[in-house]
């Protein structure tokens, strides 16, 4: 098959190639229309929805990839900031407010003009397979990502929502913890709290708890939580 890296406008996920851009949209509510759409949500809350006329199957895009110098990456978070960050999630959970975060950063560095996410995610691909492993390239948009999750975080099939949290990595099976088990259900409660909110009452449900995943290297603790998308809500 020809080299995908040169096509403009694409979505790639799961073995399946999309071209021939039709919309682009900022509001998620077109996602009740037909089509195939590939969708990329910010931090910030930024959503931007690409709709494609073609879906065909086909292997990982390739493409030219030469990425930044290794000392040009830059962080949002330095020690201080990361030190004092801690020291607040641990304020908020000591008095209740949360028990569980995240403290992220980002990291920034320039990319060589010559480079295309068609052949960073070839060589994702090849060197971390990931289940949910992809690319979305419509430049116009602003939008040139590529990811290599191991993650569920959410999918729509009409009306049901499916949801897989990770929570617990080991090289095998024998070296998950009581305490990776304890988080994930932690995690499992949260989301099915955050479904909740806009499901059908009484749909919320978790067809599988811990299951034990394999990829390649590692184990990871795996759970599904369903529900069904409640009317009116997009």
Request: contains cysteine; glycine residues 10%; hydrophobic residues 40%.
């Amino acid at each position: 098959m020809r080299d995908h890296g040169c096509v403009r406008d694409y979505a790639y996920f799961d073995g399946r190639l999309a071209t021939g851009l039709v919309e682009v949209s900022h509001d998620p509510a077109v996602l009740d229309g037909p089509g195939w759409w590939a969708v990329v949500g910010t931090f910030e809350g930024r959503w931007t929805c690409a709709r494609f006329s073609s879906v065909v199957p086909a292997p990982v895009p390739s493409g030219v990839w030469a990425g930044p110098s290794p000392t040009a990456w830059r962080t949002s978070l330095g020690r201080r900031a990361y030190e004092q960050g801690v020291a607040e999630i641990r304020e908020q959970i000591a008095t209740g407010w949360i028990y569980q975060a995240n403290l992220c950063r980002v990291l920034t560095a320039p990319i060589p003009a010559r480079s295309e996410p068609a052949g960073l995610a070839a060589l994702l691909a090849a060197a971390h397979p990931a289940p949910y492993a992809g690319a979305v390239d419509v430049p116009d948009a602003g939008v040139r990502v590529v990811t290599a999750s191991p993650e569920l975080f959410l999918a729509r099939d009409g009306d049901l929502l499916t949801s897989g949290p990770i929570k617990g990595t080991g090289r095998t099976a024998a070296d998950l913890l009581p305490k990776d088990t304890a988080e994930n259900v932690m995690i499992v409660d949260l989301v099915r709290n955050d479904l909740a909110r806009v499901a059908e009452p009484g749909t919320v449900d978790v067809p599988s708890l811990c299951a034990v995943r394999e990829h390649p290297g590692l184990v990871h603790l795996e759970s599904t939580v369903t529900a069904r998308l409640r009317a009116g809500e997009g």
